[in-house]
């Protein structure tokens, strides 16, 4: 398994966009994955972020796309200027040489006067046209699974049958919408050739806590797994604690699931030479 590794660096609690490159770049990570919104909105997000990139070697950037802004609106001037917002993330994510974006497939319409098929058609146009806009910027967008409606997990089917775009797996947000360990790894192995990225993220319960690793109930040692010895994807730990060391624990304990399947790899390549 050779994957990038990374962890989610949410605006407002408590650990800055500086510790969080460095936590990232001692732990010998990839990426941080920040959220363009708050002091990181797109015309803000160079001055936030930029010399702190610069200044760790191999750290490198996803941006998440802001979700209080949806991707689709019935209401075509407000799906103008939705999508001119994404745009301009992408934008300021090129030019941060970011390797790929986030977006969640939402949508502004009003459940009772759109039906279902209406509102998945119109999500799927505008991530058609952002997966677009971002390939030509060279940023590779690619669409989480939310909580509920219909692109919660198993809608991600969606997703792979009406745009190119690849997924992300956020597995609080499974635990969210009803999907056990065991769902969950059935729908990964089912789909790992589209899934680009996965967001660890702990919970308890069906709630969306962003615990540090292992201290809640989500079994991470199935997803990955469910993902095979080839996949080559991204896994980023969202934990949203404030907590400095709960960082660095959760790196570490990612660091260990990814050294247990590499193994699993190279034993199971031993025994097909013996065989």
């Given at each position: 398994m050779?994957?990038?590794?990374?962890?989610?660096?949410?605006?407002?609690?408590?650990?800055?966009?500086?510790?969080?490159?460095e936590?990232?770049?001692?732990?010998?990570?990839?990426f941080?994955?920040?959220l363009f919104?708050?002091?990181?909105?797109?015309e803000?997000?160079?001055?936030?972020?930029?010399?702190?990139?610069?200044?760790?070697?191999?750290?490198?950037?996803v941006?998440?796309?802001?979700?209080t802004?949806?991707?689709?609106?019935?209401?075509?001037?407000?799906?103008?200027?939705?999508?001119?917002?994404?745009?301009?993330?992408?934008?300021?994510?090129?030019?941060?040489?970011a390797e790929?974006?986030?977006?969640?497939?939402?949508?502004?319409a009003m459940?009772?006067?759109?039906d279902?098929?209406?509102?998945?058609?119109?999500?799927l146009?505008?991530?058609?046209?952002?997966?677009?806009?971002g390939?030509?910027?060279?940023?590779?967008?690619?669409v989480?699974?939310?909580?509920?409606?219909?692109?919660?997990?198993?809608?991600?089917?969606r997703?792979?049958?009406?745009?190119?775009?690849?997924l992300?797996?956020?597995?609080?947000h499974?635990?969210?919408?009803?999907?056990?360990?065991?769902?969950?790894a059935e729908?990964?192995?089912?789909?790992?050739?589209?899934?680009?990225?996965?967001?660890?993220?702990?919970?308890?319960?069906?709630?969306?806590?962003?615990?540090?690793?292992?201290?809640?109930?989500?079994?991470?040692?199935?997803?990955?797994?469910a993902?095979?010895?080839?996949?080559?994807?991204?896994?980023?730990?969202?934990?949203?604690?404030?907590?400095?060391?709960?960082?660095?624990?959760?790196?570490?304990?990612?660091?260990?699931?990814v050294?247990?399947?590499?193994?699993?790899?190279?034993?199971?390549?031993?025994?097909?030479?013996?065989d």
């Amino acid at each position: 398994m050779q994957v990038r590794t990374g962890l989610s660096v949410p605006e407002g609690y408590g650990v800055s966009f500086d510790d969080a490159v460095e936590i990232a770049s001692q732990a010998e990570c990839d990426f941080v994955e920040v959220l363009f919104d708050g002091r990181a909105r797109p015309e803000r997000v160079d001055a936030t972020l930029g010399a702190a990139l610069d200044d760790a070697d191999g750290v490198g950037l996803v941006a998440h796309l802001p979700f209080t802004v949806p991707v689709w609106s019935p209401f075509d001037a407000q799906r103008r200027g939705c999508l001119e917002t994404h745009r301009a993330c992408l934008d300021a994510a090129a030019a941060l040489d970011a390797e790929a974006a986030v977006v969640h497939p939402s949508h502004a319409a009003m459940g009772d006067a759109y039906d279902e098929p209406t509102i998945v058609d119109g999500v799927l146009e505008s991530l058609t046209e952002l997966h677009a806009y971002g390939d030509r910027l060279g940023v590779d967008v690619c669409v989480e699974n939310v909580q509920s409606g219909p692109f919660t997990l198993d809608g991600l089917a969606r997703v792979v049958d009406g745009t190119p775009a690849g997924l992300v797996v956020d597995t609080g947000h499974a635990r969210v919408s009803g999907h056990g360990d065991e769902r969950l790894a059935e729908f990964v192995a089912d789909h790992r050739d589209r899934i680009e990225h996965v967001h660890l993220n702990d919970t308890r319960g069906p709630s969306d806590e962003h615990l540090p690793l292992g201290v809640g109930t989500v079994d991470f040692r199935s997803v990955l797994g469910a993902l095979g010895p080839t996949w080559t994807g991204r896994l980023c730990a969202e934990v949203i604690t404030g907590d400095r060391r709960a960082l660095e624990r959760s790196l570490d304990r990612l660091t260990t699931y990814v050294a247990e399947h590499r193994d699993e790899r190279d034993f199971e390549t031993d025994a097909e030479r013996r065989d």
